[in-house]
C-alpha cells in the first residue's frame, strides 16, 4: 500500500510533470508520445491547442514547428482516433485495423458518400491533397454526429476512417487528405495486426490507457474513451488477462476504497518513489485534456482537485471560464488559470486566476504563476 502523495508523485514522474524536465526538443515529443501512447488532440485553440499545451508543459524547448515536422514532414507521427481525435505513433498503424474495418461496413454512410468515394479517390490520385473545400460535393447530407455536412466532408471523413485517406497536414484548422500509401510506408501497411481476436485488442487498448496516465482503476473512466465494446464483463475479462500475464499489477493507495493499476514496466518507478524522492517546486499549467486529468474522478480522489472543462457549459452556469488551465506546483494543484490570446494586439491576456485555497494565494506563488505565463506566452503565440 501508499500514501495518497506516493501515488501523486508516481503518476506525475510517469508524466514527466515531476522534477527537472526529461523531455528535450523535437525528439522530446516523440519520446513521450511512445511513452504515453497517444495524446489528445483538440483544434480549439485560445491560448494553444489542446496537444500543444501537453507539450508545453512537459518538453524542455518546445516548439509548435517540431510537432508539424514530426506528424507532416518526417512522418514519425500521425493524426488518428484513438482517444477520441489524438496523435500517435505511425508505427501503430497496423494496430488500428479493427477500427477500420469497422468503417468499410458502411453503417455510418449512405449510398451518395459511397457513390463519391472513388470520384474523390481519383481526383486525390490526380491532382494530391485536398480539403473539403476544395472538392465539389458541397450538397448536404446526414452524418453521424447528426448535424448534416456537406458530401465532401463526410467524403474524406469515411474514406480517413477506413484507412484510405490520411491527413496530410494542417493550416490552422484546416485538414488536408492525401493517399495513405504517400505518407505511411509500404512495411508497415503490410503488417498485420499483432493482435488476432478482440479480447487481445481490448487488452492492448487498456494497457495502452494506462500507460497514458500512469494509475488507473478497473471501473469505467473517461480514461477509457474511444475503447469500443469495453463494457463491464470485457473490461473485467481484460483485466484478469492482464493481472495474470503480469503485464499489470495492482496496488492499493491510503484512502481509497478501489485498488489501482499501474504497468509492470513501470515498478522501478514505484519503487523510486517508495523508497523516497524529493520534493518537487516545479511550476506547470495543464491542458484541459491532458492525460494527466483523464480520469478526473481519479484526480479528485488522489489530489483533491475537481476539474470540469467548461467549454460547453452555458455562461451562467459556469463556475470559472471558458477555457481554464489547472496550475499544477509540485504534487497539488494550487489553482485555475485563464488566458486568451489576442491575435490582433499579439499579446496574451490574464483573465483570471483562481486559487484553490488561500494557503496557496502568496507573494510568491502569485509571481511565479504570472512569470511561468509570460514563458507560456512566448511559446503558444
Not at 500507460?211 to 473517461?222: F, I, P
Not at 490570446?341 to 510568491?364: A, S
Amino acid at each position: 500500500m501508499i500514501s495518497k502523495k506516493q501515488a501523486r508523485q508516481f503518476i506525475l514522474l510517469k508524466q514527466g510533470l515531476y522534477g527537472p524536465k526529461i523531455f528535450h526538443g523535437k525528439n522530446g515529443i516523440e519520446s513521450y508520445v511512445r511513452q504515453a501512447a497517444c495524446v489528445q488532440f483538440d483544434p480549439i485553440d485560445v491560448c494553444g491547442k489542446n496537444h500543444e499545451l501537453v507539450f508545453q508543459a512537459r518538453v524542455e524547448g518546445f516548439e509548435k514547428t517540431h510537432l508539424f515536422e514530426l506528424l507532416y514532414q518526417d512522418k514519425v507521427l500521425i493524426d488518428w482516433f484513438d482517444k477520441n481525435m489524438s496523435i500517435c505513433l505511425r508505427e501503430d498503424w497496423p494496430y488500428f485495423s479493427y477500427e477500420r474495418e469497422w468503417a468499410y461496413t458502411g453503417k455510418r454512410s449512405s449510398d451518395a458518400i459511397q457513390e463519391a468515394c472513388d470520384k474523390v479517390l481519383d481526383y486525390i490520385r490526380e491532382n494530391g491533397e485536398v480539403a473539403s473545400k476544395d472538392l465539389v460535393f458541397q450538397d448536404k447530407v446526414d452524418w453521424y454526429w447528426g448535424v448534416p455536412t456537406t458530401l465532401a466532408r463526410a467524403v474524406l471523413d469515411t474514406l480517413y476512417d477506413q484507412g484510405r485517406l490520411v491527413v496530410s497536414r494542417k493550416q490552422n484548422t484546416r485538414k488536408f487528405y492525401d493517399l495513405t500509401e504517400r505518407h505511411i510506408s509500404q512495411e508497415i501497411l503490410k503488417m498485420e495486426n499483432p493482435n488476432q481476436t478482440q479480447h487481445e485488442q481490448l487488452c492492448w487498448k487498456v494497457l495502452r490507457r494506462i500507460r497514458g496516465v500512469g494509475l488507473l482503476h478497473a471501473n469505467n473512466s473517461y480514461a477509457y474513451i474511444g475503447i469500443d465494446g469495453l463494457k463491464a464483463k470485457e473490461r473485467k475479462e481484460v483485466f484478469h488477462t492482464l493481472l495474470k500475464e503480469e503485464r499489470i499489477y495492482e496496488i492499493h493507495v491510503e484512502g481509497c476504497k478501489l485498488p489501482f493499476y499501474y504497468m509492470a514496466e513501470d515498478q522501478p518507478l514505484l519503487d523510486q518513489v517508495i523508497n523516497g524522492i524529493d520534493e518537487s517546486d516545479r511550476l506547470e499549467f495543464i491542458a484541459p485534456l491532458d492525460n494527466l486529468i483523464w480520469d478526473r474522478v481519479m484526480i479528485e480522489e488522489l489530489f483533491g482537485f475537481s476539474y470540469k472543462w467548461e467549454i460547453y457549459t452555458p455562461i451562467k452556469d459556469r463556475k470559472y471560464g471558458y477555457y481554464v488551465l489547472p496550475i499544477l506546483l509540485g504534487d497539488r494543484f494550487i489553482g485555475r488559470i485563464e488566458m486568451k490570446r489576442d491575435r490582433k494586439k499579439k499579446k496574451f491576456d490574464i483573465l483570471n486566476i483562481w486559487w484553490e485555497d488561500k494557503v496557496f494565494n502568496t507573494k510568491e506563488n502569485r509571481k511565479r504563476v504570472k512569470g511561468h505565463a509570460k514563458e507560456f506566452m512566448k511559446v503558444m503565440f
